[in-house]
């Protein structure tokens, strides 16, 4: 007899199995997750068979964490199987009709990509597994719709601006295209959640056939709904009512950080083989980094009433940086760079003047010479 497993997972990518594969394991979740390869991609055929293995894969969380290093193996046993849905359709149908209560999802940037002249046949089951992943999905409920079942609550993690909104709008939109019976759009906007959510952990390297290696940090925030009810309990899930400031966090500081020193290297010459890490061993570098963070990026945050936030999230922001054992390249962050600038930073400046005071009328912009100068020049470059 098989393992009924409540959460159906779309994606084998190592960031899944050291995030949400991870919290469900350490909640005490055991055999809950049937993982799905969406795509016909060679060479992960040994992967979906460890996914089955009773005994679960690994998961090296490697970092530091409150001043201290961190190296420790932890087994993820939350796994049931995984499965191709291009090779076992018939029975990815059968699980999501018959067992699932959440899907959870992590496509490549593709994923969220549907051909304009794709359509299916809503009326029946197809015996093989649609083109596109909305495709699929859209297949996938549309079976469970038919048979009666109460609606899915459904967690993109892909780093798409409202995911959760987003999938649904994809959805509907190939559900309307395709000639979708009134019943099953119904269903599919009132009986079904689409939970946005937002997903930070770097997870640095794959291990094989399965697991990964991953820094301490972690985060799951899960923008709360009427009826939302989390997959597991975990300290790195968060249900927030707006998930707005966790983003603003991670763009403007996080990112934002990565920016300015990729910035810095790029001015000095762009030295091959340069790491976050080793940047920040520079005295001089920190410093200039700190005191950006402070003096400009910190006033903004604080003028939105973030200010607590953000003056923890630099902290951390900086503990990231220095994992001993993440060679994170300077030269990968620096790709495409003008358009993160603008991005990161030249979005940050209007944010940051937005708004007016209480009882004062329109806010006097910030004083912020460094991040302006770096925003004009880029743009003038």
Not at 24 to 31: K, N, Q, T, Y
Not at 202 to 214: D, Q, T
């Amino acid at each position: 007899m098989s393992t009924a497993t409540p959460i159906v997972q779309f994606g084998t990518s190592r960031f899944l199995q050291a995030h949400a594969d991870l919290f469900v394991s350490e909640a005490g979740g055991r055999a809950q997750i049937t993982i799905v390869q969406t795509t016909g991609a060679a060479g992960r055929a040994g992967r979906l068979a460890a996914f089955s293995a009773p005994e679960g894969f690994p998961v090296i969380v490697r970092g530091r964490e409150k001043g201290a290093v961190v190296d420790r193996e932890v087994r993820v046993v939350s796994v049931a199987r995984g499965l191709s849905a291009l090779d076992d359709w018939a029975e990815l149908v059968r699980i999501v009709t018959d067992e699932a209560r959440w899907i959870v999802s992590n496509t490549s940037d593709a994923g969220f990509a549907v051909p304009e002249d794709e359509r299916l046949d809503l009326t029946v089951t197809p015996e093989a597994a649609p083109g596109s992943f909305i495709a699929k999905l859209l297949a996938l409920l549309a079976a469970r719709h038919r048979a009666g079942q109460p609606g899915l609550t459904l967690l993109p993690c892909e780093l798409v601006a409202r995911n959760g909104d987003r999938l649904r709008e994809l959805v509907l939109g190939l559900a309307h295209r395709s000639g979708a019976a009134a019943s099953l759009v119904r269903w599919l906007e009132d009986e079904c959640l689409w939970v946005s959510s937002l997903v930070d952990r770097i997870v640095s390297a794959p291990l094989e056939p399965a697991g990964a290696v991953a820094e301490p940090y972690a985060l799951w925030a899960i923008e709360d709904q009427p009826g939302f009810v989390p997959p597991c309990k975990h300290e790195a899930i968060r249900v927030v009512a707006d998930l707005e400031p966790y983003e603003r966090l991670k763009l403007h500081i996080l990112n934002l950080g990565h920016t300015l020193l990729a910035e810095r290297w790029l001015q000095a010459g762009a030295t091959p083989g340069v790491t976050v890490r080793e940047m920040l061993a520079d005295a001089g570098i920190r410093g200039w980094l700190e005191t950006i963070y402070r003096e400009e990026v910190l006033p903004g945050f604080a003028r939105h009433g973030l200010a607590r936030e953000a003056d923890a999230y630099v902290a951390t922001t900086l503990e990231r940086f220095e994992n001993p054992f993440l060679d994170h390249l300077v030269s990968d962050i620096a790709q495409n760079h003008v358009s993160k600038v603008a991005r990161r930073i030249g979005d940050f400046l209007a944010w940051c003047n937005t708004g007016k005071s209480a009882g004062k009328g329109e806010r006097s912009p910030l004083n912020q010479p460094r991040l302006s100068a770096l925003v004009a020049a880029r743009a003038a470059a």
